[in-house]
């Protein structure tokens, strides 16, 4: 069937992306983008780091230039929340009760803060993180400094905005389920790293432990109470515990879910002429015969550039190494592969100490996942890594810890 007209819901990376991609591709019908935000879609990861902590602004931010939609006639409705999908008619509705067809779909629904039914959680000073708007109001809260602050999740977002309040000079203390921050992602012997980092600059840790209810007076959060029975001053409290894939659209239409919405290796759903990319798309990767749901910008950008060919009929498939980066004080890492093919610890090159490494794992011989922290970028170590991974060459673990064997012998295999 001829696609004649597209429907992008989503206005994040992987929706815009999409709609960027089709023009180039040179798909001359109507591309309609629904976002739910009132904002042009836009980057997350500065919002957790470089545009919270003022060092960047808002010009920065949009995934393409304000005037670029109406340049190339795709219609972007912001603040267009979509309610219902017919994937029998080829329909959306939106809010309004207006329905609008399509020949093909795009589900770039996201992910959603995770909630923990806290008591206490809607005192003010209490806030999840996800939006732009969240971040507006999280530096507002944080730049004057000297406040106390509480962060209840010691994943990836928690460790990046306790980075960003302890830089502002407030006092941080955060929670966590772990024994180690990060080390169901990286291990305990780096997640320990990362602890040492934080704790040298008086971020105070306690773990295991959960957040059992949030105290106020007067309507504003004055403390929170841990599962131990600590109370912990508080001015502000972050619940930055994960977030969930926005499937309840795909849901009520009867596509198939798993940890998201189940798709092919080229984003097709179980729906006919329906589509999914980004946060939301639990898609079949071709280097590992599993499906994978990654939640970070590579895989949006990815995603969109795939689903944006493969809605036009296109050979497109989403083979790329999964990659993340993180900035926290003056530690910079980078991050790709697949960590649920890890076995066992990490290889390390370089020093912990002088916090300038790689680390790399392995199973059956052959890396799998690898990072770099603060490794000379002239090296190109991240993009040495993802060639390891692709290649599934068996490498000795001497040589990947020997700082002595160039990266490009690790890859000729010498």
Same mark, same amino acid.
């Given at each position: 069937?001829?696609?004649? +007209? @597209?429907?992008?819901? /989503?206005?994040? =990376?992987? !929706?815009?992306?999409?709609?960027? #991609? *089709? ?91 995770? +909630? @923990?039914?806290?008591? /206490?959680?809607? =005192?003010? !000073?209490?806030?999840?993180?996800? #939006? *732009? ?282």
């Amino acid at each position: 069937m001829a696609v004649e +007209s @597209i429907v992008i819901v /989503g206005g994040g =990376l992987a !929706g815009a992306t999409a709609a960027k #991609t *089709l023009r180039v591709e040179g798909f001359e019908g109507p591309v309609t983008l629904l976002a739910e935000e009132p904002q042009a879609p836009y980057l997350r990861p500065p919002l957790s780091k470089e545009y919270l902590l003022g060092k960047d602004g808002e010009d920065g931010l949009p995934v393409v230039p304000a005037g670029w939609y109406g340049e190339n006639d795709v219609d972007l409705r912001l603040g267009a929340p979509v309610t219902g999908l017919d994937t029998v008619a080829r329909t959306v509705t939106l809010g309004d009760g207006s329905r609008l067809p399509y020949s093909a779909l795009l589900l770039a629904t996201g992910a959603r803060p995770r +909630s @923990i039914p806290l008591p /206490g959680s809607s =005192l003010d !000073g209490v806030m999840t993180f996800r #939006t *732009l708007d969240d971040s507006r109001r999280l530096r507002d809260a944080l730049s004057a400094g000297g406040r106390n602050v509480v962060m209840v999740g010691s994943g990836w977002i928690g460790m990046e905005l306790a980075a960003a309040a302890n830089s502002y000079g407030n006092s941080v203390t955060l929670l966590g389920l772990e024994q180690v921050p990060l080390a169901a992602a990286i291990g305990p012997e780096l997640g320990a790293f990362f602890r040492s980092l934080h704790e040298s600059r008086g971020v105070r840790f306690r773990l295991p432990a959960s957040a059992a209810a949030i105290t106020g007076v007067d309507g504003r959060v004055t403390g929170v109470r841990t599962d131990a029975g600590e109370i912990l001053a508080a001015d502000l409290v972050v619940i930055a515990v994960g977030v969930v894939p926005e499937t309840s659209l795909a849901a009520a239409a009867g596509i198939a879910l798993d940890n998201g919405i189940l798709t092919d290796a080229s984003l097709r759903t179980s729906a006919p002429a329906v589509f999914a990319a980004g946060d939301v798309a639990n898609a079949l990767h071709p280097f590992t015969g599993g499906h994978h749901r990654s939640e970070h910008w590579s895989n949006a950008l990815n995603g969109g550039k795939v689903a944006g060919r493969a809605m036009l009929g296109r050979e497109a498939v989403l083979d790329t190494i999964p990659y993340f980066y993180t900035d926290q004080y003056d530690v910079s890492m980078e991050y790709s592969g697949f960590p649920s093919l890890v076995e066992g610890p990490p290889v390390l090159r370089g020093s912990l100490e002088r916090q300038e490494f790689l680390a790399f794992w392995q199973r059956e011989g052959c890396v799998v996942a690898g990072m770099n922290v603060n490794w000379p970028r002239s090296d190109k170590p991240q993009k040495a890594i993802k060639a390891l991974i692709t290649a599934r060459a068996s490498v000795s673990p001497d040589s990947l810890a020997d700082p002595d064997v160039p990266l490009e012998q690790l890859l000729s295999g010498d």
